[in-house]
């Protein structure tokens, strides 16, 4: 199993751009979500799926799209960069149940310029 | 909602002396527990979890951490710090159904030789 996989590993974007950001799984995880690191922050939760085509809004959702059209993939969409968003990303993905774990991707270094 | 309290951004030990990361938690009902380790430029991979089967919980590369109901602490310990252990330790807390998970800020541990 290759786990949690992210692309691109890092991306720069200037103001105003949109890109998407992937991430896809192959354990058959129902939950997915995405988060952003920032310094001194911790982790951040963004959105979050439990299955496919159901999705909600997490702590700071403003700029950023999600769908879950599959239970594999879970693509993050920034509608419209902002140096706000400069930032590291996680992907991860668990199974159903409390008492699981989170699986996490590599991450996805951005840089809005 | 549920969060995390971590203790100390930053901690110093000497490498073959005792490392203790502070983690206290607010929940109303027996919650679900984690600990994570990040190196540097890594995702976060899961150390421990407690999942009330045992209040004392042994985990990955020699660390533990004790589930204290009294004190709302789930404190990570390892008796004798390694050069390896230098990285970012985080502390989350899983919610009810486990839609979400809540990260504490981090403590950076460095390992001095």
């Known amino acids: 199993n290759a786990g949690v996989t992210q692309t691109p590993k890092f991306q720069v974007l200037k103001t105003g751009q949109s890109m998407t950001l992937q991430c896809a799984q192959d354990?058959?995880?129902?939950?997915m979500s995405w988060y952003r690191q920032d310094p001194g922050m911790g982790l951040r939760l963004i959105h979050y799926s439990v299955g496919a085509g159901i999705t909600d809004q997490g702590e700071v959702p403003n700029g950023y799209n999600v769908s879950r059209s599959t239970t594999e993939d879970f693509p993050l969409r920034l509608l419209s960069a902002a140096p706000s968003q400069t930032s590291v990303y996680f992907c991860?993905?668990?199974?159903?149940?409390?008492?699981?774990?989170?699986?996490f991707g590599p991450g996805t270094r951005l840089t809005v310029l | 909602a549920q969060s995390v309290t971590q203790l100390g951004s930053h901690v110093s030990v000497s490498e073959g002396a005792l490392v203790l990361l502070r983690c206290n938690y607010s929940s109303s009902v027996p919650p679900y527990l984690f600990w994570y380790v990040q190196y540097p430029n890594q995702g976060l991979q899961l150390l421990l979890k407690y999942t009330s089967a045992a209040t004392l919980v042994k985990g990955i590369n020699g660390f533990e951490a004790e589930f204290k109901k009294s004190e709302t602490s789930f404190h990570l310990t390892k008796p004798s710090a390694h050069m390896s252990d230098a990285a970012e330790y985080f502390c989350?807390?899983?919610?009810?159904?486990?839609?979400?998970?809540?990260f504490g800020t981090g403590t950076s541990l460095t390992v001095i030789p």
């Open positions: 354990m058959n995880h129902e939950y």
């Open positions: 991860a993905s668990r199974p159903r149940g409390s008492y699981n774990e989170q699986f």
């Open positions: 989350a807390v899983s919610d009810e159904p486990g839609n979400q998970f809540y």
